[in-house]
């Protein structure tokens, strides 16, 4: 898998974590650097983990499923893709951080929100140990992508930026689909 193929699936990992991160954001009255940075160390450790888990999975049974893996990965980012899509064109209710509210900077709602988040990231764990895809790289990037567009979701977000926040998680969503096409496009022309 090319360098570009793992920076296109990061970005699109990274959606929903940016979306909620912005969301996160617009419940400060003023950036707090603390927890910009803990929101984006929970979300880049969470999807740096999920594809670990989800490659190790996938490599149990890859015996089982070598002959249509192309097919099974394609699959799994369209799904997911779509999951995206769908999810990106639904109402949200926008938290924040008042006295009868949770804080989505509270270690528990964070690991919750980091947990939510990253479960993309394991069904493409799965897909990259059925393409035989070394783990390393993808999960270096994938997480330190989210790391940065944590980080950039809650500066934006604390300034008052919610314009892009459904937008942004639909285009994760169509990058998903379009890399599983190419693969499976990709088994059947070379």
Request: proline share 2%; hydrophobic share 55%.
């Amino acid at each position: 898998m090319e360098l570009s193929e793992i920076l296109l699936i990061a970005l699109g990992l990274s959606m929903d974590a940016f979306a909620v991160a912005l969301a996160s954001g617009a419940t400060m009255k003023r950036l707090h650097i603390p927890n910009a940075l803990k929101m984006g160390f929970f979300f880049g450790g969470f999807q740096a983990l999920m594809p670990v888990l989800g490659w190790a999975a996938g490599r149990g049974m890859a015996d089982f499923i070598s002959g249509w893996a192309h097919w099974l990965a394609f699959i799994l980012l369209s799904a997911v893709g779509a999951k995206m899509i769908y999810e990106a064109g639904q109402l949200k209710e926008e938290e924040d951080c008042g006295e009868t509210r949770t804080c989505p900077f509270d270690t528990g709602t964070l690991t919750v929100l980091a947990l939510a988040t990253s479960m993309d990231a394991l069904a493409v764990g799965l897909s990259f140990s059925l393409l035989r895809v070394s783990i390393i790289t993808p999960v270096l990037i994938i997480g330190l992508v989210t790391f940065l567009m944590a980080l950039a979701g809650v500066r934006i977000g604390s300034g008052g930026g919610h314009f892009f926040e459904h937008k942004m998680e639909a285009v994760g969503g169509f990058v998903l689909i379009a890399i599983g096409l190419k693969l499976l496009l990709g088994h059947f022309t070379g």
